[in-house]
């Protein structure tokens, strides 16, 4: 029998080769990621012995681009300031009083509960124009960790469907700007820990 001479040119071949090694590592390693992601926030299928404490949304719902919010100092954060970190977001009212500094403090214990994770994590607070300022000395005190910021507008609250400020609901944002679950008021440290830690050794991302 005789041989034909392939039409494939060596450098054509090595350059094949290498192009199949590149995508076999983007599957490798970003593969794992995609699957508990879809299975997590997507599919329809869901172990049975998977327990949300929170409200989880069905889809995920991206933040808008544009969220009316405002540091301290004047400059604005949009979704792209809360990239690279799970963020637990509180709505507080103007004159903030013991019931809602007991909601920041439960919130507080949680993310110290995370241990070595909590680097993933940042809280933010959210209130009224104006109010920040009366609240932030006794954060930099005791909750130095908390991020607060004023609403310039109400397009957030309207995202988030809030009528008025509730210090006790707590809004979970991935790292990617998606609005992911909801604690509503009454909910346990407890509970919200494990779902956190959950997200979190399923998620590659933040």
């Given at each position: ?12 071949a ?7 090694q590149?995508?076999?590592l ?13 299975l997590y ?10 327990t ?17 919010l ?6 604005s ?6 990239a690279?970190?799970?963020?637990m ?21 949680v993310?110290l ?8 994590v940042?809280?933010?607070?959210v209130?009224?124009p ?14 130095p960790?908390?991020?607060?910021v004023?609403?310039?507008s109400?397009?957030l609250?309207?995202?988030f469907s809030?009528?008025?400020?509730e210090?006790m ?6 790292p ?7 604690y509503p ?6 509970g ?15």
């Amino acid at each position: 029998m005789t041989d034909h001479p392939s039409n494939v040119k060596p450098e054509q071949a090595v350059a094949e080769r290498n192009r199949r090694q590149f995508y076999l590592l983007i599957a490798v390693f970003f593969g794992p990621m995609f699957v508990a992601m879809f299975l997590y926030f997507g599919a329809d299928y869901r172990p049975p012995d998977r327990t949300n404490y929170g409200q989880l949304n069905e889809p995920a719902k991206p933040l808008p681009s544009t969220l009316g919010l405002q540091a301290q100092d004047g400059s604005s954060i949009d979704r792209a300031a809360l990239a690279d970190d799970w963020t637990m977001v509180q709505w507080l009212p103007a004159d903030c009083g013991d019931d809602c500094q007991q909601a920041l403090y439960l919130t507080r214990q949680v993310w110290l509960s995370l241990d070595r994770r909590r680097v993933r994590v940042q809280r933010m607070a959210v209130m009224p124009p104006g109010s920040a300022s009366g609240l932030q000395p006794k954060a930099d005190t005791a909750d130095p960790n908390l991020q607060i910021v004023e609403a310039t507008s109400q397009q957030l609250a309207t995202f988030f469907s809030l009528e008025q400020p509730e210090p006790m609901r707590v809004y979970v944002i991935d790292p990617i700007g998606n609005w992911v679950m909801t604690y509503p008021p009454g909910w346990e440290p407890a509970g919200m820990l494990k779902d956190i830690k959950k997200l979190l050794k399923i998620s590659r991302i933040g």
